[in-house]
Each structure stands twice: as structure tokens, then as C-alpha cells.
């Protein structure tokens, strides 16, 4: 276009921007709204717990409406969204709807992929028929018994893409072995999961829980630091769990202790791996290493012997939307031979070099030769769109208010660095007419809870917040990131991006900045490979100010 190759150009956004073919549903057809809390909560904000964030609000929502979450937000209800069809509840109000225009979904069912009956019966039963590009390509390779590193933008689905071949395995739901009547009952712990923090490690719980329906939940057992722990020693001695899910350091804790048995465990999952290996969990992690399942070096084939010896050794699963080399290089030293498992491709771990960074913007390429010959993996979601805007740090927060006008934003998150000036811009908001609310580990309990669920009600417009809510928040209508304060590296940058766009959804992510700070944008930019236009909000408007063609860096 002849217009972008202009010195300065203006691209009016604001009209002509998805969020304008915003479609009408009622909050109970997609909103699936659960939270991620980081380990980082911890390091600048103390503790949460599972109330609150809100999970109590969230089952409260789902008591007032029978229909299973994990069902709203199916394929059905996408088919919906797209046949523009409403669906009326009058508890409950509609807020901001978003079209999913680039669902991640793949071109067959849940049922052709391998995984018990029992699995796919519950599956239907909670409204969850097509699986996405991650989970249709991860389900059968963890079902052939590889080690995996799970890479895929957030908000994709990584979750099932590891739960469902693990159900169908053990516990409850497992596949029948031939001529056995109903699936046999192990006992001991079969799979341990591994999150950061103890609300990411509930979320988990939560999602097996759904899958597994009241009858069968005990067979999942939540080991979380902050709870009690004696508590959950009885429970393992009573309930005798085939899976536990928690944090590293309580389930190291208890191992230690000789009340958690899982050297015949089958499964150990990382679930945000990249966080699990920071030094803070260095410890925790070793002795999880050492202690779940055995390791071998022997790799996966077919025929009953080898699989009867693949039973007894513990195959691990690496999952996260970013992963630096340092983690390919970890994993390759613990796995057999393990695997690089994306969207729509599957390359050996042991091809995968350390040497620059790979495309963001194309996650859906079934690509093999981009992938492996580079390093840090960093992917973000195909529905976003980045900008950068140049403003004078005492501007940044009228920038922002003319940001969530121009592009009509009904859900922000806007990330900040630091609690005090949280709080400053959270009150010129207010004072500007914006409903807006902070969230930080200062906050006690019952604030932190209303504040979440006063966001996801929409009730809140704009929620400040830090690093803390960065990774794992799933607000499924947040259509807009702010960067208020840069984050401090591309790994950061994407978690951020990805609290909007989750599942196809558009979004967009703008970074407000001094002129200062506009060689970090263009760095990010370079590492990210994806464009951030430089823009204005001007009369109401989102101006282009300056087009992916003008920019050189990423060509470099
Ligand atoms: N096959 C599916 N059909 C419909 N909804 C799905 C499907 N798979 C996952 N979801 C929903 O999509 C949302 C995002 O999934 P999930 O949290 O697993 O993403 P993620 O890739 O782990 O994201 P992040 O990297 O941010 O943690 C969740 O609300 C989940 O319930």
C-alpha cells in the first residue's frame, strides 16, 4: 500500500477494529473466567488464596447456571458466538462479548484421538467436542509414552492437552485393558503435576475435578502450600488419589516427610516450566526430579514387553508458552528423547538450537525448519494486535484513558511495576470517570476477591496490577493489555499479551512509553518478530502513526 511507505501516515483504527463486530452472548455462553496467581505473588505480594481470586465467586456462578464452563466455551458455543446467536439468561447480564475469530481448533474430534471412552463420555458431558491445534497434536504423542515440552501461546489450551491423555491412563476413567471388566482401581500415586503457585496448582485441580464429575474427584488430591498440611497427609491416607497437583514446595515437603510415595508414579508434569526452573524453586525441584517415578534412557517403542516397561518409568511433561533454551537444555538431560510439541508440529528436542529467537506471529505454521534451528521459544496469540505509544511519564495515565476510548475497551488490564504508582494511576482513573480497581499482594484477602470479581462481573472497567496476575489470569472478554510500565523482558511481555486474545479471541496490547524507552519497545519487538506500530490517540481515535514497512527493525 503506497500510503504506509508515507513519511507519517494515519490508519484511523477505532472504527474498523474486530471489537466493533463485538457480538452479543450472554456471559453464560463463554465466560470462563480462572486465575493463575504466580509464584511472583508471593515475592511482591504475599499470599493469595483460592478465595481470593474469586474461585469461590466462580462456583457460585456456576450454581446459578447448571451449564458446565468448560462446556461454554466449546466449540458449540463458538459455532454460536459465530451464528451470532444469543443465548438469554436474565440472571445474568451480557458484558463485553468477543468474537472468536481465529479459534485454535483442529479439524477433528476429541474421539479420534485415542483417549479412553470414558474420557471422551466426560468430555461431552461438559460440552467439549473439538479439541485445539496444541491438544489434537500433544494428546496422541503423550499417549505413545514421549516426553514432551508442551510450547504454545497462551490461552491455547495447554492445560487439557496434558490432563486428557493422563486421564485416559489412570485413575477413574482409564482406557479398559482387553478382557478386564471396568478399568482396575491402582492404588498409589500415579501423577504428580507441578505448578508455581498454589492458586495456579487449584486451577488444575479444578480442571481435572470438572473432567472427573463429583463421583470421581477424590481421585485428584491437591498438595498446595498455604493450606493445611496435616490435612492433606490424611487425605492421601484416606482418599489414596491416583493424582496430586501442587506446588513444589509442599509436595517436596511431604515427600520428605515419607507420606507421599511416588516412585512408581507414571506422569510428572511442569506446569509453567520456565518458572518451575528459577532458582527460587531450585531445591523443591530437585527432589521432585529425584523422587517422582524413574527416570531411564531407554526410549519408547511399540509391542506389549516395551510397553509393560514404559509402565514402570515416569514420563515427563514440560508445558508453558515460553520456553527459554535453558529449559530445552534441562529437559533434554532428564527426558527420553524428548519432544518439542507445538501447535502443528512435533520436532525432536535434540534438533532445537540456541541461536535466535523464533516468529511470534505465525503460531498456527506447521513449521519444523523455523523451530529447530533456533532458541528461546516465545509464541503469542494469532488475535493480537501491539502498539506503542510515546508519551511524558506524568501522561501515561490520560494516554490510557484515551486508549480504552478509542478502542472501546470493556475489559483492560493495565500492568505497572511498582504498588505505589498502582495506586496513584488507579485513582486518576477514578477521578477521570474510569471505573478502575487495583490488585497487588498488599491487598487483603476480601479485597483482592471483590476486586477480581468485580472484573470479571465487568463491573470494573480497568484493573492495575503487576507482575502477579501476568501469567494464568483467564479473563476470556479482557480485550486490552497496557503496558504501563514496560515488562522486563520479551518472556514477560508475552504473559502479559496473553491475559487478552485467550483462544482465538482478538485483543489488543498497547505499551505506553517515554521516548526514552523506545529502543526497549523495538528490542522487544526484534525478539518478539511480531510488529508493534507506533500510534496516537487522537480525536477518539487510534492512529497509526508509523506502519510495519516504515520500521526497519524487524527486518534486521
Ligand atoms: N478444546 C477446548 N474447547 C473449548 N475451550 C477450551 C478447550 N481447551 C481449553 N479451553 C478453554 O480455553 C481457556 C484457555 O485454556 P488454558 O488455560 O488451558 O490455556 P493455556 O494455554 O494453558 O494458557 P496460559 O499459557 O495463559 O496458561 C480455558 O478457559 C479453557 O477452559
Redesign the pocket.
Known sequence: MPMLTSTRFFLFVGDSLPLKKLLCISRTAKI?T?L?LHSRIDRYNGPLTLANIGIKCELDTVKKDKTNK?GE???QAYKSLKAVRNIENKDVRVKNPLEIEGAP?AAVTFSKLGLSPFVIERLEKVG?T???DV?ATAIPTISKGHDVIIQ?Y???????AYLLPILSEIGPLKKKIDGEEEPVKKTGIEAVIVAPSRELGMQIVREFEKLLGPGDKKAVQQLVGGANRSRQEEALKKNKPAIVVGTPGRIAEISASGKLHTHGCRFLVLDEVDELLSFNFREDMHRILEHVGRSSSVAPSSGPQSRMSRLAERQTIMVS?TVPFAVIRAARSWGRDPLLVRAKSVVPLESVSASGPVSLSSPTSSSTSNTVTQGAVVSLPPGLKHYYCVTRSHHKVDTLRRCVHALNAKSVIAFMNHTRQLKDSVFKLEARGIKAAELHGDLGKLARSTTLKNFKDGEVRVLVTNELSA??L?V?ECDLVVNLDLPTDSVHYAHRA?RTG??GRNGNVVTICEESEVFVVKKLQRQLGAPIFACEFTEGKLLVTKGEEEDDTLKR
Open positions: 470462563h480462572s493463575r468448560l466455551t466449546s466449540l481448533f467439549l473439538v479439541p485445539t491438544q504454545s497462551t490461552g491455547s489450551g495447554k492445560t487439557l508458552a501469567r494464568g483467564d476470556a496473553g485467550r483462544l
